[in-house]
Nanobody
Framework: QVQLVESGGGLVQPGGSLRLSCAASGSIFSIYHMGWYRRAPGKQRELVARITSGGSINYADSVKGRFTISRDNAKNTVYLQMNSLKPDDTAVYYC????????????WGQGTQVTVSS
């Protein structure tokens, strides 16, 4: 199994920055596609950013140019650098590990709250 623990959330003013971290344990990290999702109050969970095992990256249009996803396979950690934060970015952010098969599994962290407010 894979266990995911997010950290780095908090309260920040508009225009500020945060870096989220997701530490993985329990399996071979490098073979998983990793993603960050978020759920804002009253809204569906949405994909924010994704990085594949091969390093390919995609972002939601709403965060392009502001957020950067990266991974450090040696540390079993994926990051989300969030700059120029807006109130609309307020949400619970979740880390996801996608093994692309039932054998490898699909895993979620517990989430970390990001609040952007003045």
């Amino acid at each position: 199994q894979v266990q995911l623990v997010e950290s780095g959330g908090g309260l920040v003013q508009p225009g500020g920055s945060l870096r989220l971290s997701c530490a993985a344990s329990g399996s071979i990290f490098s073979i998983y596609h990793m993603g960050w999702y978020r759920r804002a109050p009253g809204k569906q969970r949405e994909l924010v950013a994704r990085i594949t095992s091969g390093g390919s990256i995609n972002y939601a249009d709403s965060v392009k140019g502001r957020f950067t996803i990266s991974r450090d396979n040696a540390k079993n950690t994926v990051y989300l650098q969030m700059n120029s934060l807006k109130p609309d970015d307020t949400a619970v952010y979740y880390c996801n590990a996608d093994g692309r098969s039932n054998l490898r599994g699909n895993y979620w962290g517990q989430g970390t709250q990001v609040t952007v407010s003045s």
